[in-house]
């Protein structure tokens, strides 16, 4: 199995759902990404999604637009991500680690090339915002021939037939996204994503990850009562942001194992 599968087959054995938190890599400057990944593991993330800075990213909000700028000031590129995974797989050989970005770096690198590339460094998953399926059968049959995983969005206005391509061409795990509109936007409509869930169960036979607009223990909790895998990415950057540099591991690791803590103690409840 990968380490995508293995994961969430040890969190459904121990009755516990997966924590996803989501950072931009080279934010808020690179050589603290690294650690920055370890102080989420340490915090109790189960999957890490890395997010590859880019310059419009248009399905998010602008805290993590503030945060691709600041990678992006320091010339924070495709190749370089890949070099911080493999940095960070040079002490944790068993978190997954998932890149979230969007096409243009990718085809500017060569699918092929990537691919190759991301599987060596120790990528497990790869999820582009702005590939849906009908225009992504070659690039997911390239992941899956380097044993990388295609991970698809679906929203709340996705149609039946669009859960079924999701279902034929993605592995790992599915990002629901909870809200209309970019990430950090929006209130958190917990009855509108336990009532959705059930349907892309029927069709989608892999484990559901919910994101955009959790904010904390609370909310998080109550996602991983439906949910399999609950994502967190705004309000970890805004911890960044504002947290003095010496300080913004420790803080990181504090916020996030609320989050977990929270989580655990709610799934049991």
């Known amino acids: 199995m990968s380490r995508i599968q293995t994961t969430f087959a040890k969190l459904s054995q121990q009755g516990r759902k997966a924590l996803i938190p989501f950072i931009t890599a080279g934010d808020p400057e690179p050589g603290l990404t690294v650690g920055l990944m370890q102080a989420l593991v340490a915090g109790g993330a189960d999957v890490i999604e890395l997010g590859v800075p880019f310059s ?27 070099g911080m995974v493999k940095e960070f797989r040079k002490k944790d050989a068993a978190t997954p680690v998932v890149l979230m970005g969007y096409a243009n770096p990718i085809e500017a690198y060569g699918a092929e090339a990537f691919a190759k ?38 929203a709340p206005t996705s149609s039946d037939a669009r859960f079924a391509e999701v279902a034929e061409m993605g592995s790992g795990y599915i990002y629901y996204v909870s809200l209309k509109g970019v990430t950090g936007a ?36 109550r996602i991983a009562t439906v949910a399999d895998a609950v994502v967190i990415g705004s309000r970890i950057i805004e911890e960044i942001e504002n947290s003095p540099r010496a300080e913004v591991a420790a803080r990181v690791t504090a916020f996030l194992r609320s989050v977990r803590e929270a989580m655990d103690q709610g799934v049991k409840l």
Do not use: W
């Open 56 to 82: 419009d990213p248009m399905a998010d909000g602008p805290t993590i637009q503030r945060a691709s700028e600041r990678a992006l000031a320091y010339g924070v590129s495709l190749h370089i991500v890949l």
């Open 186 to 221: 929006g209130h958190l409509d917990l009855d509108a994503v336990t009532q959705r869930i059930p349907a892309i169960r029927e069709k989608v036979r892999m484990p559901v990850g919910v994101g955009f607009g959790i904010r904390d223990g609370g909310a998080a909790a």
């Open 117 to 154: 590339d991301a599987q060596a460094a120790g990528v497990d998953g790869v999820l582009v915002v702005d590939y849906p399926p009908e225009e992504c059968v070659e690039f997911a049959r390239i992941l899956k021939a380097n044993s990388l995983d295609p991970i698809f969005l679906l």
